[in-house]
């Protein structure tokens, strides 16, 4: 019984590598964060997207 416990966090631990390798080629899995916005900033129409995976952002001006 010991060993259960162990073998499903080591599955677990490569599931995340396996996300974070596709992220570090820029296959990123884009969800959309903030429809579109109006970035003061920038004066110009923004839509946020975050990547589910790793946290990025990513910012699509109009
Ligand atoms: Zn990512």
Redesign the pocket.
Same mark, same amino acid.
């Given at each position: 019984m010991g060993d259960v416990i162990p073998l499903q966090r080591r599955q677990r631990r490569r599931k995340q590598g396996e $996300? @974070?390798t596709? *992220?570090a080629n820029g +296959?990123? +899995?884009?969800l959309l964060e903030k429809g579109s916005s109006f970035d003061v900033s920038k004066g110009r129409l923004v839509t946020v997207y975050r *990547?589910? @995976?790793? $946290?990025?952002r990513r910012h699509e001006y109009q």
């Open positions: $996300g @974070r596709l *992220c +296959r990123h +899995r884009w *990547c589910s @995976r790793c $946290g990025e």
